[in-house]
């Protein structure tokens, strides 16, 4: 039977189709239906089923009827008189009789609706469950009236009149050797009137029950009408509401005793006679038809069901536990003798006993319980939740079903000749092997209307026999689904991986998050099919659903931190945020979180689903993550550490930074910890909690670097020596374009104890490390070149001891360094303390860097007055003399032209010993380059190497006015122009 329509909260309404209650010489076929001697089903004469068949008809056609029939009737709005008790039974009676002579004959007119509503206004609908429709107020009025063409009535006269009831105040009156009684309203908008009271109205069924079986009085208009109304197939869209919708009728144990086996017996019924008719040859039931039964069927074990307690059993299978409980207590109950149905509580008898215990059970919180006779099965009063005050079978009594089926499987069911014999009426029927039929059958209602029941209908009896709750059949089907269901999942795995190598990042993290999604489908398709397919029941499809229901969950978490995943590398990809950097790992831990957030919540729901009881498991959680958070306080302070690393943001992925007494770059910042590669390049993993609250020092954050450092010059340095190393420095600072020129300072700091301290300071504009120590390494060797070219040196530690022959300070350059600061002072130009602004302004940014020669070298791009001194100033390769000739006297040994040697480079030395004549352009440009070179450098006059060139006398005067600047360059391309016609030419002594 197919358990996924037939879970406990989908009450419907009691079906139309009522099974055919018993009468004498009738018997019971194994489904529980009634024949007569030839096999047969009673039915009523044709023309009162179709009569009552247009009775609801009748209810939605009455706007139609011709108008000359509505003038029949002086009195169209008039009620039925209820002014007392005869007077309401006349109406009533009247009124019933009117609408089925009229129906008898084929007429369907206002009139005939008229008297429908007013049998049904002598009613008191009041506690009737679904009294609101339009089919319950018709089956109270056929119930009635079946009861009262079958019982005695006395003469009118004698039942109490307008009159009496004035008399004698009467406010009710039962109907002799009856329970029928018309009691007056005591409130409301019909106080004062006479109706069949709301408990006889309630009770109609039962009465009818008992009274069946009476004959019909002679005259009786209404022989088979209930019988006739109850087995029409209406098609009717508010009855197939009322159908599904309406729940069985739970406000007492009596209600829900002989609503939970009538629905069960009916189903029973329905399902054997359509599986008779489909197995027929051929058959004599349609396809639709057979769906339409099912559906049916599906709906009244659904009812069944609902009146179950089944809060105890996990969600995850409460449904098939509700089916397999129902029809075990069915099968229990089967094998007893009914009780008698007036032994059984109703509601008066419920309020009765509730007054005769003064309200103790409610006050303990106890609900009303009843126990079915000679056994443990108990209908309970629910007291608490959505249920509060209906009577349904007990969570114990559920719990405890498999176990009660098994102690009585061996009876026999209870017969009818024993019924009889104890003068019991029969108002269940036995719905014998309806058990085995639903553990043996695959998982649909009805089996035969569907390709698998007809298939497993044809397998060997060998296979149908029961081994461990299930049929062989099922062990095999279990055990092959099982293995196709893994094989499908390895697949799926496996093909999305190798699809997954193909991608990159983010679709590839998207399409990983694939495979858990497709297995958890997977699962669950599988566990659908051992459910309703092939129809698992038991402990079985516990363990089944079980491990079901924990793999999805495992594979919905899986699905969760991949998609999380997926997520983030989306957002960094779409906002160009850099997949390394700060940004994108907040984002990643961000997901992580809410990726764990949502696996627990996964978790907690499976575990809730499978009948985990959360209270407790909560419970020990807090007290147990207590003790876990005193245990990790520092994996939580790390976790803080972390959230403090985010966000203040100190340092970022990709930063080299100082921590502590140790430097290297940060290459990962996660939850707990911070990844580190250290200078030699091996990994350190720092906590975050001790990372967040180390001094921390971000290189990568400077704007500039500082260059700080003393310059620690020979004791036997002068004072003017000093000053000239002093000028010459603070030059080089402010001309180096690497140098931010405020504040760019050299400064004479003291005396030392084995040196005079020089102090460089200075802000590089740049931030890298590499960049700062190339920088650092030029401005310090054009130091070194400065304090070498004012003839001084740098002094050693006294408490060093080295021998060497000691050169002393070149006395000639010392000479020319004073001479060049008394220069200075004469022409008021010393720069002390400052340069003077116009010169400041023009030593700035003048010095290439990188230097000439080096493979980053660019020149510096001059201004236009430099771009016109430069035209003045450097050569140009029209302006070289004949090169044959100049590379001859270069090669040669000339004083000048050993000097001039020494400042080339080795690549133009090279070029130079290598040329034999002709024309090269090459080592032309090479010369060229490096003659203009020595024109911008220092001062090349020596009067050793000059003594034999006849200087002009515009050189000599420039030469006496110890020129800087374009006037030095100006000076070496003038001392050049004088020494290329002679000294060139002149040989020097060999060495």
């Known amino acids: 039977m197919n358990r996924a329509g037939v879970a406990p909260k989908a009450g419907v309404a009691r079906s139309r189709k009522m099974p055919q209650m018993r009468t004498e010489g009738q018997r019971v076929d194994p489904v529980g239906r009634t024949s007569g001697a030839q096999g047969g089903r009673r039915a009523p004469p044709a023309t009162l089923r179709a009569s009552l068949m247009g009775l609801v008809l009748l209810l939605f056609c009455a706007l139609g009827v011709a108008a000359a029939e509505e003038a029949a009737d002086p009195y169209p709005l008039r009620p039925p008189d209820t002014s007392s008790p005869r007077d309401t039974l006349k109406s009533f009676l009247e009124s019933a009789d009117y609408v089925i002579n009229e129906r008898r004959r084929g007429i369907l007119n206002a009139r005939a609706f008229r008297n429908m509503l007013n049998a049904t206004d002598t009613l008191d609908l009041g506690t009737t469950l679904g009294s609101e429709a339009v089919t319950v107020q018709v089956e109270r009025v056929l119930l009635l009236k079946e009861l009262l063409d079958r019982i005695e009535l006395p003469a009118f006269g004698a039942i109490p009149g307008d009159r009496e009831v004035e008399a004698s105040g009467l406010t009710q009156w039962t109907i002799p050797n009856t329970r029928l009684t018309i009691a007056r309203q005591k409130e409301g908008p019909r106080a004062g009137e006479f109706l069949f009271s709301a408990r006889t109205v309630e009770r109609l069924e039962e009465f009818y029950r008992l009274a069946k079986d009476l004959p019909y009085k002679p005259g009786a208009t209404t022989p088979g009408v209930y019988e006739a109304y109850t087995a029409a197939e209406v098609d009717n869209v508010s009855d197939e509401l009322r159908n599904r919708l309406k729940k069985i009728d739970a406000s007492s144990p009596r209600s829900t005793l002989v609503g939970f086996l009538q629905s069960i017996g009916q189903a029973y019924a329905l399902v054997a006679e359509a ?140 017969g009818q000749e024993s019924a009889n014999e104890l003068g019991r009426y029969f108002w269940s029927d036995v719905t014998s092997g309806i058990y085995d039929l639903y553990v043996s059958s695959p998982g649909y209602v009805l089996p035969q209307a569907h390709w698998l029941g007809r298939l497993v209908d044809r397998l060997p009896p060998a296979l149908k026999v029961v081994r461990g709750e299930q049929t062989l059949w099922k062990w095999i089907v279990l055990l092959l689904g099982g293995m196709v269901t893994i094989a499908a999942i390895t697949l799926v795995f496996r093909l999305i991986r190798y699809l997954a190598q193909r991608l990159s990042s983010p679709l590839r993290s998207w399409l990983l998050t694939a495979p858990p999604v497709l297995a958890a489908l997977i699962v669950l398709r599988a566990l659908v099919f051992f459910d309703q397919g092939i129809n698992l029941t038991g402990h079985v499809l516990r363990v089944v659903v079980v491990i079901g229901d924990l793999a999805m969950a495992v594979l919905a978490v899986w699905a969760v931190l991949r998609l999380s995943r997926a997520v983030a590398e989306t957002l960094v990809s779409q906002s160009r945020i850099r997949a390394g950097g700060h940004d994108a790992s907040l984002i990643h831990i961000g997901m992580r979180i809410a990726a764990f957030v949502a696996g627990s919540l996964v978790i907690i729901y499976s575990l809730r689903h499978l009948g985990a009881d959360m209270v407790p498991l909560l419970a020990g959680l807090g007290v147990g993550g207590l003790a876990v958070a005193l245990a990790a306080q520092r994996t939580f302070a790390n976790f803080i550490g972390s959230l403090i690393l985010f966000f203040n943001k100190p340092v970022r992925i990709g930063d080299f930074c100082r921590y502590g007494d140790q430097v290297g770059t940060i290459e990962h910042i996660g939850l707990l910890a911070t990844r580190i590669r250290s200078l030699e390049r091996s990994v350190v993993t720092v906590p975050n909690a001790e990372f967040s609250e180390t001094k921390i020092d971000n290189f990568e954050m400077r704007d500039q670097r500082l260059l700080r450092t003393v310059l620690k010059l020979r004791y036997e340095t002068t004072a003017e020596q000093i000053r000239y190393i002093l000028a010459r420095l603070r030059k080089l600072l402010l001309g180096h374009p690497k140098v931010t020129p405020a504040p760019a300072r050299v400064r004479f700091i003291g005396y030392g104890d084995f040196s005079k301290d020089l102090e460089v300071f200075a802000y590089l504009d740049c931030a890298d490390h590499d960049t700062f120590l190339a920088i650092q390494e030029d401005l310090l060797l054009r130091m070194e070149d400065i304090v070498n070219e004012a003839g001084s040196g740098f002094a050693f530690p006294s408490q060093t001891a080295y021998l060497t022959r000691d050169r002393g300070i070149d006395s000639k350059r010392q000479g020319e360094a004073e001479a060049r600061v008394e220069d200075w002072r004469k022409r008021g130009r010393l720069p002390f303390p400052e340069f003077e602004e116009a010169e400041r302004h023009r030593y700035e940014n003048i010095l290439d860097y990188p230097p000439h020669g080096s493979p980053q070298y660019v020149p510096r791009r001059r201004s236009a007055a430099e771009r016109a001194a430069d035209r003045d100033i450097m050569l140009s390769t029209n302006e070289l003399p004949d090169l044959p000739a100049l590379a001859l006297r270069l090669r040669g040994k000339f004083r000048l032209a050993d000097d001039l040697r020494g400042r080339f480079s080795d690549e133009t030395r090279k070029l130079l010993s290598e040329y034999d004549g002709g024309r090269d352009v090459g080592l032309k440009e090479a010369l060229v380059h490096e003659l203009n070179g020595i024109i911008r450098g220092p001062c090349i006059y020596d009067e050793a190497r000059f003594s034999e060139v006849a200087l002009s006398p515009e050189t000599r005067e420039l030469l006496a006015a110890s020129p800087e600047g374009d006037d030095l360059a100006r000076l070496n391309r003038m001392l050049l122009d004088d020494a290329f016609p002679k000294e060139l030419s002149i040989k020097t002594e060999a060495a």
């Open 275 to 414: 599986e008779a008719k489909l197995r027929a040859d051929p058959p004599r039931m349609a396809m639709p038809e057979a769906r339409q039964v099912e559906a049916t069927a599906q709906n009244l074990l659904r009812r069944s069901v609902d009146l179950l307690d089944l809060s105890k059993v996990p969600e995850a299978y409460r449904a098939d536990a509700g089916l397999q409980a129902a029809l075990q207590l069915k099968e229990v109950i089967d094998r007893t003798l009914l009780p008698f149905l007036v032994s059984i509580p109703d509601s008066a008898m419920v309020e009765v006993e509730r007054r005769r215990v003064g309200g103790r059970s409610a006050a303990a919180g106890e609900g009303y319980r009843w126990r079915y006779p000679n056994t443990e099965i108990e209908i309970v009063e629910i007291t608490e939740g959505p249920r509060r005050g209906q009577f349904l079978f007990s969570s114990e009594t559920v719990r405890r079903a498999p176990d009660f089926f098994a102690r009585v499987r061996d009876l026999p069911y209870r």
